[in-house]
């Protein structure tokens, strides 16, 4: 039997649908199904092979924007500026560099939200991504042990009915055995019965 045809009826028992009719994942289940192989590596080792140098920036800016430690540390940085631009400077004789209405620190914060918005977006995607790698391993692993439980379903099926077949044979070879055994016991008690006329 070829390979096709094997996975055409596992898809017929099992799934109950033609090798055609079930998606390109479903054929790859079956396919590791019918060859006894495991699934290979896991979402995490897979998101993890194709990351570039891109990708990790981004998850460490991600990381690091999205942070308690990050938002007081730019408070801080806010609020020293502003400090810095008051009253300070002209106390010890400076000119601020950036006065009320700090019109330079909004140029640098809007700079910054334009970077740091794409590339935490960028992040996010990524983490989209290995989020669908995960729900199609999970897919994938669910389908399987439904399959598995499905063929071992239909073994103990096979088994079942092979020990009620052998059973219904025992049953009546036990009838054909008592039958063979009163019709000797007959013959036997007529043999006897025969030779008690005999002998009178």
């Not at 070829?2 to 055409?8: C, I, M």
């Not at 649908?17 to 006894?36: K, M, N, P, T």
């Not at 909004?106 to 960028?122: G, H, R, Y």
Request: glycine share 8%.
């Amino acid at each position: 039997m070829t390979e096709t045809a094997d996975l055409e009826r596992l898809a017929e028992d099992l799934l109950g649908r033609s090798l055609d009719e079930l998606d390109q994942e479903e054929q790859d289940v079956l396919a590791r199904v019918a060859a006894g192989t495991y699934i290979g590596i896991d979402a995490d080792e897979a998101a993890q092979l194709e990351l570039r140098f891109g990708d990790k920036l981004a998850d460490r800016v991600a990381a690091v924007g999205g942070s308690w430690g990050f938002i007081i540390a730019f408070g801080v940085v806010l609020f020293g500026w502003m400090l810095l631009n008051s009253a300070l400077l002209e106390d010890l004789g400076l000119k601020p560099f950036d006065s009320y209405p700090y019109i330079f620190l909004n140029l640098m914060l809007s700079m910054l939200a334009a970077i740091q918005a794409p590339v935490i977006m960028m992040s996010q995607n990524r983490q989209a991504a290995k989020d669908r790698i995960t729900a199609r391993h999970d897919y994938e692993v669910n389908l399987r042990t439904q399959l598995e439980i499905l063929r071992l379903s239909h073994r103990i099926d096979r088994f079942a009915h092979m020990f009620l077949q052998s059973a219904k044979l025992d049953e009546e070879g036990a009838k054909e055995l008592g039958k063979l055994s009163r019709r000797i016991e007959r013959n036997r008690k007529g043999g006897e019965e025969e030779d008690e006329d005999a002998l009178t």
